[in-house]
Structure formats: C-alpha cells, structure tokens
C-alpha cells in the first residue's frame, strides 16, 4: 500500500488571515466555515488542498514548508502580492531569478518567472 499526497497544512497565529491572504494570492476562495483556529482552501484542478491551523503566538514550533509560485509577469504579480499583504524580504537575478516574500504572518515563500514553452518543451526563463 502507498500513501496519496492529499495537501498541506501550515501553522498560522489566525488561520483564517493567512487562508484568506493565500486564496487571494492564489485566485482562490476559503472554504466555508473557516474561523481563526482553522480554515481551508479547497484543491482545484492547478492547486492542492491547504489547511491553516492555529498555534499559540509566541510558540517557537512552526512548519518550515514554502510554497513556490509561479507568474508570467514577476514585477507586476510581486507588486500585487505586496499590496495583498505579503512583504517583499529578498530577489535574485539573472539568469535563475525570482523574488522572496513573507506572507502576512512572516511565512516565506518565492515568487518565480513561469517556464517559457520553445517546441513544446518547457525551457527556464
């Protein structure tokens, strides 16, 4: 028997904040009856299943996990991001670029440039 990836789950101080800032990042709605101690994101056809569960504020035990976005225009979509509550805290160029940001909470996670598609094969941006 093996295991099936079913989603992820984050720690968040108001799990309903973070679920509402990452639906909105993510084009996606919170599912109903979330509240500050848990709140969901439903999968779709491009995105699994996230959870947000309450710990204590202050606690020194938090997941370690980022996600990693993608966009087809870096600038503008970090700009968006930024006004949605993210905070931008880092960025790479050249070649292998992307932008780091926090989510309202401090959860990091990295915006990169989506792969452009040469011949139907996806090459790095």
């Given amino acids: 028997m093996a295991s099936t990836f079913h989603g992820l789950t984050f720690d968040a101080y108001d799990a309903h904040a973070v679920a509402a800032f990452w639906a909105a990042a993510l084009g996606r709605d919170v599912a109903p009856g979330g509240s500050a101690a848990r709140a969901e994101i439903l999968p779709d056809d491009s995105a699994p299943r996230l959870v947000f569960t309450q ?24 700009e968006r991001l930024v006004r949605l509550g993210a905070r931008r805290v880092g960025a790479v160029g050249g070649t292998a670029r992307w932008v780091s940001l926090t989510d309202p909470e401090g959860n990091p996670f990295d915006l990169l440039p989506a792969p452009r598609r040469a011949a139907g094969l996806a090459v790095a941006a």
């Fill in 55 to 78: 710990v204590a504020a202050g606690g020194s035990v938090r997941n370690a996990l980022h996600l990693d976005l993608v966009t087809d225009d870096l600038e503008r979509e970090s």
